[in-house]
């Protein structure tokens, strides 16, 4: 069985937020479509034009809704992929080394090469985040985009996995959460942040950031700079708009 390595100081991983993931699936899409390219073997597709379609995915999103104890239930959209565990399960019941915790960062690794698909780190994977890809007959999961993060070759604003640099919404944080003054460790702190299931032991790495309520009215009415007029001396589009509809039928005079 492969042994898992001390802690590392850096450790590399996501922060999801909850609140503001819309479920578009444009982390799925650019995941799928990186991955297919690039690291490993590529992420197949059976029977995906017919009636019963499968594929392999490293990130999948589903939805569920969610009844709060007071107020409205609300619709959360859920980002799952692998969770980079400090203490991954998935790693230590790999019976040939295939499956890996990097020392320098923490990113759980598997090295396709070695791997004989028996599916054991799924089975030890507690949040379903492998998937044994049934073309290849390998396991597969997040990388968080190794081969992005690290790649000189790209302008820095892409050195950063491909579902947080698709994200519309801005809803997926990247960087070290071992380090408490980096910017996703200060997110978690300041938004309650917290584990997935963590009576499972696991310590994952990558954090949730919880949904807000969404029946509290805020403070100020958001759209009130639109609504006000741009002009009050009857100059300008304001008044030239004034004019125009003042000379339509039923128009004010």
């Keep these: 069985m492969t042994q898992l390595p001390p802690p590392s100081a850096k450790k590399l991983g996501l922060v ?11 982390c ?20 995906a034009y017919g009636a019963d379609p499968s594929g392999t995915f490293l990130n999948r999103v589903h939805s ?21 565990c400090e203490d991954a399960p998935c790693v230590t019941v790999c019976p040939t ?15 396709e090469s070695d791997c004989i698909g028996c599916g054991l780190c799924a089975w030890a994977c507690p949040y379903g985040a492998r998937e044994l890809d049934a073309k ?22 892409d050195r950063q996995p491909a579902c947080v640099r698709t994200c519309p919404a801005g809803a997926r944080h990247f960087g070290d959460l071992g380090d408490e003054d980096s910017d996703v460790s200060k997110l978690v702190a300041e938004r309650g942040g917290f584990d997935l ?7 994952p790495v990558n954090k949730y950031l919880p949904p807000r309520p969404k029946d509290v009215m805020p403070e100020f009415d958001v759209l009130a700079p639109y609504l006000e007029p741009i002009a009050s001396d009857g100059k ?18």
């Design 236 to 253: 300008g589009f304001v008044g030239w708009l004034d004019k125009a509809l003042s000379s339509l039928p039923g128009g004010a005079k």
């Design 197 to 203: 299931m963590p009576e499972q032991g696991t310590k």
């Design 28 to 47: 799925v899409v650019s995941c799928k479509g990186w991955n297919t390219e690039n690291y490993g073997a590529p992420l197949s597709d059976q029977n």
């Design 136 to 157: 290849e007959g390998v396991m597969k999961k997040c990388t968080l985009c190794v081969d992005r993060i690290y790649n000189e070759n790209l302008p820095e604003e």
């Design 97 to 111: 080394g295939a499956s890996y915790k990097r020392v320098e960062d923490g990113i759980v690794l598997v090295n």
């Design 64 to 84: 569920y809704e969610v009844q709060p104890a007071q107020g409205e239930a609300q619709l959360i959209h859920f980002p799952k992929s692998c969770l980079h």
């Design 16 to 26: 999801i937020d909850l609140d503001t993931c819309v479920g578009c699936h444009a």
